[in-house]
């Protein structure tokens, strides 16, 4: 289904839109206090961030839900979580490594960390929105998220994420969602802002007020 809102229209990603989305997820996340605590040197990330983001993609499409533009600009990857998932299987932990060579203990430990933290309550998680560098800022992600969070509202179901820097913290709280206590990545890593987006009539549940769990140490 296509939704139009002004100038963007938003519609479901297929496999057919792998390319050109990592392209987007990579470029998007190219800098930032993650990326710079991630992969500290700019020439790896770039070709780390490529085979990665290629792994995140095929994970979205064929796990969750994966909402893009007409245009392929921008790209929200969105899970819908009513348990605790799996734990994290050996062939995904091969398929990082093989993306990530030599940082992925740091990846593996965002993940375990995402993980610990993560509300148990019935929810869709918002794992990633990321929109083309050259045309952030115009009201495309506001867009994009906003036909999900409708379809949502009109279920009763909350949103959960993780803001990683202040300036998209205050997007996500102008589209509704509440921070609760942040979480720190471990040895001066950046500040990490966990979100919640009640629906309509519903509460922002209390655990998840609760302090975050210590993060173990990076190998
Ligand atoms: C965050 C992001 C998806 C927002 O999409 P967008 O189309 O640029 O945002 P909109 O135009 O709808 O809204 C603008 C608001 O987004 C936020 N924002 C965050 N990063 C931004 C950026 N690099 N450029 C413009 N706006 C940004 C700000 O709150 C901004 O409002 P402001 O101009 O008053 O500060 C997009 O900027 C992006 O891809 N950023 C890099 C990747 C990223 O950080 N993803 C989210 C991880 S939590």
Partial sequence: MTQTNANVSTRRATTSDAGALVGVLAEAFMGGPVADWLIPDQSDRRLVYYRYFELVLKDGLEHGHVDTTADRSAVAIWYPRSNPPEPSSGTHQEALERATGSYAPKFALLEEMFEANHPREAHHYLAYVAVDPKQQGNGVGTKLLGGYHR???????????EAT??????????????PGPSMY??????????????????????????????TRQPQ
């Avoid at 379809?151 to 994420?161: E, G, H």
Wanted: aromatic share 14%.
């Fill in 165 to 178: 820097n202040t300036r998209n913290r205050k997007l996500y709280q102008r589209l509704g969602y509440l």
């Fill in 185 to 214: 990545l471990p040895t001066a890593g950046p500040q990490i802002w966990r979100m919640w987006r009640a629906p309509s009539g519903f509460s922002v549940p209390d655990a998840f007020f609760a302090p975050p769990l210590p």
């Fill in 151 to 161: 379809q949502l509202d009109s279920l009763s179901m909350p949103a959960y994420l």
